[in-house]
T-cell receptor, first 110, second 115 residues
Framework: AQRVTQPEKLLSVFKGAPVELKCNYS??????LFWYVQYSRQRLQLLLR??SRESIKGFTADLNKGETSFHLKKPFAQEEDSAMYYC????????????FGPGTRLSVLP | DTEVTQTPKHLVMGMTNKKSLKCEQH?????MYWYKQKAKKPPELMFV???????INESVPSRFSPECPNSSLLNLHLHALQPEDSALYLC??????????????FGPGTRLTVT
């Protein structure tokens, strides 16, 4: 079964500090991992996907299959990064769909 | 057009009412989804349509009835709801090809309150 865990419900950092939002998963096949972000009063939107290995808004995430992790990192947090972040997993079998983690609320303090 | 739109933004309904939520996308996506999101919780999948056919129903009560009239539209018909059904209802769409669902794009949601 697919499962995504995000151990921190709330993470508070000061502006300019590094931030890491943790995501661990359990899945026996080759999953695709995603990070979605939900800013206050805005729609859920795709932030990153592991297959594209891109950096969006200064965020990066590397899939570590050995540790079954997909942590989201940014070297210098900005106040506008404050939002709810969801890690999501999609299985590689036919019809398998997204499973979202419980989410981490990031609060960047001035 | 690269957005998923949903109407209405807000809906208040009584337990005996019948109402519908609407979702539209013009990105050529052939998979569309309904999710339910309670406050401070992740989205929970309700239904998935692929090529206008219902492919996944996550054991949703029959008071929720989805409909996909064409490849761009997705409706959710509501009847005899309970107060605990109050939530944000999200629509999403994605590419779907050779049995593979791709990353999803979400609408802004309809905030439903059942009184």
């Amino acid at each position: 079964a697919q499962r995504v865990t995000q151990p921190e419900k709330l993470l508070s950092v000061f502006k300019g500090a590094p931030v890491e939002l943790k995501c661990n998963y359990s899945y026996s096949g080759s999953p695709e991992l995603f990070w979605y972000v939900q800013y206050s009063r805005q729609r859920l939107q795709l932030l990153l996907r592991h297959i594209s290995r891109e950096s969006i808004k200064g965020f990066t995430a590397d899939l570590n299959k050995g540790e079954t992790s997909f942590h989201l990192k940014k070297p210098f947090a900005q106040e506008e990064d404050s939002a709810m972040y969801y890690c999501a997993l999609k299985g590689d079998n036919y019809g398998q769909n997204f499973v979202f983690g419980p989410g981490t609320r990031l609060s960047v303090l001035p | 057009d690269t957005e998923v739109t949903q109407t209405p933004k807000h809906l208040v309904m009584g337990m005996t009412n019948k109402k519908s939520l609407k979702c539209e996308q013009h990105m050529g996506h052939r998979a569309m989804y309904w999710y339910k999101q309670k406050a401070k919780k992740p989205p929970e999948l309700m239904f998935v349509y692929s090529y206008e056919k219902l492919s996944i129903n996550e054991s949703v009560p029959s008071r929720f009835s989805p409909e996909c009239p064409n490849s761009s539209l997705l409706n959710l018909h509501l009847h005899a709801l309970q107060p605990e059904d109050s939530a944000l209802y999200l629509c999403a769409s994605s590419q779907f090809n050779a049995g593979v669902f791709f990353e999803q794009y979400f609408g802004p949601g309809t905030r439903l309150t059942v009184t």
